[in-house]
């Protein structure tokens, strides 16, 4: 599966990444592509205790993107591993290029 698949335009032209998290690990950044779920995995060293871990999943999101943290809102799964991001001030073709960047320096 490419990352595409990860990656949803809204009619109204919003895109969504859908994205599983890791929270509590060693390490933070964009770890993997689960092809079975179709979501990009995303880990981050907080813990999942009162939103702790979805600040710093936007806060990962907002640098790997080269994005501001506004420019980026969880709209579903606050509370779940499974969570869907809206992104703005990015264009599609934008957005896959730094996702792939992101997975191929993972890979080196």
Known sequence: ?????????????RLLLDIEVQPG????????????????????????????????????LAKILSLT????????GQTSRAKRVSVKSITIEDLLSRLNDALSQDGD
């Open 25 to 60: 690990s060693s390490r933070q950044g964009i770890v993997g592509l689960n092809k079975w779920r179709s979501k990009l995995s995303v880990a981050v060293k907080a813990e999942a205790q009162k939103g702790k871990a979805n600040e710093a999943v936007l806060h990962v």
């Open 69 to 76: 943290k506004s420019d980026l809102e969880i709209v579903s």
């Open 1 to 13: 599966m490419e990352i595409s698949g990860c990656v949803q335009t809204t009619l109204d032209g």
